[in-house]
């Protein structure tokens, strides 16, 4: 991939925030951070239905594991503990009932990042409804089929008699190799998902050298963000005292429109490197939301 001019990269970084502001993505984060929000717990159901399909439901606790190894010790723990309390409440027919609402309710998050994605590229969607939700359907299947498939390669890797090493100055205390191949795992659900979105849910597709960038200033910023909110809601504010049982609700919304704002950015890039390479910038459009 050939590098850009500063004064190119200066055009690019301009492009970029005036298109995230133009695009009014702010109001596109939210969108995505609460449909995600509201699929979170159904998708663990349908992996943990996948799961006891399989009859082997240590699969589902090692899926888990991958997806909040990353997330904030303060969020992750109580979501782990309800999730637990939820699916072990659900009997096998409860869990198959419940499949297809599932199902729908995690494509929906999809449908928000195609959504959002098409305002980045400035791309009219011209496919039917129910293809583009067809392709969604179809995304979060196989996302679940990769998650189990990822869990089974982690639970087989985490039993094996892995030893610890040292890390230090970065980590003063050993690590197992076991937590970092747990943390591996994290990481490559999350750029599993990157790569989904803007390979997939953008119509025409996107090859990956021109996604990479967008790809990793997210990895960048949303490891920033997650590391930034842990910092502010373990020292700084504790939003326990404000909204009592509803915290860590509210807390894990407020961390997925942080995640979702730097998705969104991600796209913006990409879209603001193919408008001034292809020297068709639209010029300054950061006020252009008073016309609205």
């Not at 990157?194 to 990956?208: E, P």
């Amino acid at each position: 991939m050939r590098l850009l001019a500063p004064r190119t990269l200066l055009a690019v970084a301009v492009e970029t925030l005036e298109g995230f502001v133009f695009h009014r993505a702010t109001r596109a984060a939210n969108d995505i951070a609460v449909s995600a929000f509201i699929a979170l717990f159904p998708f663990l159901i349908f992996v943990a239905s996948l799961a006891n399909l399989l009859r082997s439901p240590s699969l589902f606790a090692a899926a888990e594991q991958s997806i909040f190894v990353l997330w904030p010790t303060d969020i992750a723990h109580p979501l782990v503990r309800e999730s637990a309390r939820v699916i072990n409440s659900l009997g096998g027919e409860a869990a198959a009932f419940s499949l297809a609402v599932a199902v729908w309710l995690s494509s929906n998050a999809l449908e928000a990042v195609r959504e959002s994605f098409d305002d980045a590229y400035e791309i009219v969607e011209r496919r039917g409804w129910w293809r583009r939700r067809a392709e969604s359907v179809v995304l979060v299947l196989l996302g679940a089929g990769f998650l189990l498939a990822l869990a089974w390669i982690v639970g087989f890797l985490s039993a094996l008699p892995l030893p610890t090493v040292t890390l230090a100055p970065l980590v003063p205390q050993p690590v197992s190799l076991a937590r970092m191949v747990q943390v591996l795992s994290g990481l490559v659900v999350y750029l599993g998902l990157l790569v989904a979105c803007h390979r997939r849910l953008v119509h025409g597709g996107r090859s990956f050298k021109a996604i990479l960038p967008g790809i990793g200033f997210t990895l960048v910023l949303s490891a920033a963000a997650t590391w930034g909110f842990a910092l502010w809601t373990s020292r700084i504010v504790d939003y326990r005292t404000t909204y009592g049982s509803l915290a860590i609700a509210l807390a894990t919304l407020v961390l997925f429109v942080l995640l979702a704002a730097t998705l969104v950015l991600g796209a913006e890039l990409n879209a603001a490197i193919e408008r001034v390479r292809d020297d068709r910038a639209k010029g300054p459009r950061l006020l252009s939301w008073a016309r609205y």
